[in-house]
């Protein structure tokens, strides 16, 4: 499997802002066969940001969300069967979403559940707090689509990467309840500590954040590790 890069945008870049990182993307980026890049963008211009990147090779793109319901009446939902032709994973569980709309364990299992039999592949986020929670919440089908994501509470508050041996004793709490996935990690990864994180033949990729809101400091991102 490649090692994934997964770049969360969340609600920070605009629409104008959009096309600009894209075509800077375009431009000046080139990806390793290695490493798979998933841009994380808004409902909004996820249509128009396909258009542009659907022929990069190596780039991906990720919902941030997607409803825990089918197509039907659920005003302001975006249901996960609408988005398969343009994504091709979704992330589901993040901490923000728990928190400012308090997503519980059943709604992000529904949304495991709808990614999966819309044939888009869930990117679930995990900390200590939710590992046996949502373990429970699934099923075995579920389970063989999930990719986990490994994000600490107190490495997403600071914004600081914990060091190897936390990262490497959190990714192995993650693997006993989700045995046989691959694990992300996430929260404070950047261009100093990426590289040696991405070595860790357990780690299946990273998650980052800030350091994706600027393409150009995304793209030197990416040409260092």
């Not at 022929?55 to 825990?68: E, F, K, R, T």
């Not at 707090?129 to 089908?141: F, I, K, P, Q």
């Not at 914004?159 to 404070?188: C, M, Q, W």
Request: charged content about 25%.
């Amino acid at each position: 499997m490649k090692k994934l890069i997964v770049a969360n945008w969340k609600a920070n870049i605009s629409v104008d802002q959009a096309e600009e990182w894209v075509h800077t993307l375009r431009e000046h980026c080139h990806f390793r066969e290695t490493r798979e890049t998933i841009l994380a963008v808004p409902f909004l211009y996820m249509e128009r940001i396909c258009s542009r990147v659907n022929s990069l090779p190596g780039i991906a793109l990720a919902a941030q969300g997607v409803s825990p319901y089918p197509p039907g009446s659920y005003t302001g939902a975006t249901p996960a069967s609408w988005l398969r032709s343009m994504v091709s994973y979704a992330l589901v569980g993040h901490r923000e979403r728990r928190k400012y709309f308090h997503e519980t364990v059943q709604d992000v299992a529904a949304q495991v559940r709808e990614c999966v039999a819309a044939g888009i592949q869930p990117i679930l986020c995990l900390d200590d707090d939710t590992l046996v929670g949502m373990r429970a919440a699934l099923d075995s089908e579920e389970l063989e689509e999930v990719i986990c994501a490994y994000t600490p509470e107190s490495a997403m508050a600071l914004e600081t990467a914990h060091d190897i041996e936390s990262i490497k004793a959190g990714i192995a709490r993650v693997r006993g309840h989700f045995p046989n996935r691959p694990v992300l990690y996430g929260g404070g990864v950047n261009d100093e500590n990426a590289e040696e994180i991405l070595a860790l033949p357990e780690v299946s990729g990273v998650m980052v954040g800030r350091v994706c809101l600027d393409a150009e400091k995304f793209i030197r991102f990416c040409g260092i590790i």
